[in-house]
């Protein structure tokens, strides 16, 4: 008897290598993912903007970029004690306007580094309601707790978000032939939109991804709002909140994930990568004690071996992180 429909997933043409520069951008889901790349250490560079949820946003930032933006104070906005840029999360917001700005500009010329020579781009686009400031008609990635009556929220249109994307992949690949492009959209419900609306906005993103990945060679769709909602289906999936898929859910997205978008040679690495994180993130009970000095001496070796056979690893913080406790 069969409890789950089964998902048919393509691999995609060019598996993810640990040698690969990575960019990630988009909604909270996106985080999820970085995460994970992070903690099995390849090279990544996570939401420049913060937290992206809508198209719009996603393509002007990317955009920016491309283009290697750089703000100005004229680009911050002052409210609630704080200085503000309606492209970024509140992250990026401060007291001081110089702090705010040496922040954004900092996290821009990371983001437009990576850009230029980046391996893959992770676009994870979690709504297709977007916010307009009345006074400018202008787009807006976050309301930093503006009144409402400053904004006016719409529906995007399909036509509109894969005009703004193509535009967007367009210059991406003009910029960096070599870069793919890797779609998902979140899992996460926007309840706060309803639920009606909310599948109506998720419909959106799903029909202008599908058109934009037909358009383009080197774009591709990975199925982690399918994996969720059509495969796991089920509240037990989810946080507290009903909204948020829970650890198991995206851990299963993530296991689906590697298998269908690295290589078994990759896969390898990130077994052994992940053996030493969780033996770095161990508390001795009894650091002095010879057993303890001799699993810090096990693992201090290994991480040079591993170092060693795939020189784009970065393990130099858990080599250390052993050998001091061997000191």
Not at 230 to 237: G, Q
Not at 239 to 259: G, K, M, R
Request: charged share 25%; with cysteine.
């Amino acid at each position: 008897m069969k409890f789950q429909l089964d998902i048919n997933i393509p691999s995609i043409p060019q598996s993810i290598r640990y040698s690969d520069q990575i960019l990630l951008i988009g909604s909270c889901f996106t985080e999820h993912i970085a995460d994970r790349l992070a903690q099995h250490r390849f090279s990544i560079c996570s939401n420049p903007n913060g937290i992206l949820f809508n198209p719009l946003s996603v393509a002007h930032s990317l955009k920016g970029y491309t283009h290697r933006k750089r703000y100005d104070k004229k680009d911050l906005f002052y409210l609630n004690e704080l200085w503000n840029s309606w492209n970024h999360h509140t992250q990026f917001s401060d007291i001081d306007v110089d702090k705010a700005l040496d922040n954004i500009n900092r996290k821009q010329e990371e983001a437009s580094l990576i850009t230029e020579k980046a391996d893959w781009v992770m676009i994870t686009l979690g709504s297709a309601f977007q916010y307009y400031l009345k006074a400018e008609n202008k787009a807006v990635a976050n309301n930093h707790r503006a009144p409402s009556q400053w904004f006016e929220k719409r529906l995007l249109e399909i036509e509109v978000i894969v005009s703004a994307l193509s535009e967007t992949l367009t210059l991406l690949h003009e910029k960096n032939p070599k870069a793919q492009v890797l779609f998902t959209i979140s899992p996460v419900r926007h309840i706060r939109d309803g639920v009606i609306e909310n599948n109506r906005s998720k419909a959106r993103l799903l029909e202008a991804v599908h058109q934009v990945c037909s358009q383009f060679s080197f774009a591709h769709y990975f199925p982690a709002y399918e994996l969720v909602i059509d495969v796991l289906r089920d509240y037990r999936f989810y946080d507290n909140d009903l909204v948020h898929p829970n650890f198991a859910a995206t851990s299963y997205v993530w296991e689906c994930f590697i298998h269908n978008c690295m290589d078994e040679s990759t896969r390898n690495v990130m077994q052994e990568v992940l053996e030493l994180s969780i033996a770095q993130n161990h508390r001795a009970r009894f650091p002095q004690t010879q057993n303890h000095k001799a699993f810090c001496l096990k693992y201090a070796e290994k991480g040079k071996s591993l170092q060693k056979q795939f020189p784009f690893l970065n393990l130099s913080d858990i080599i250390a992180h052993f050998e001091k406790s061997l000191s």
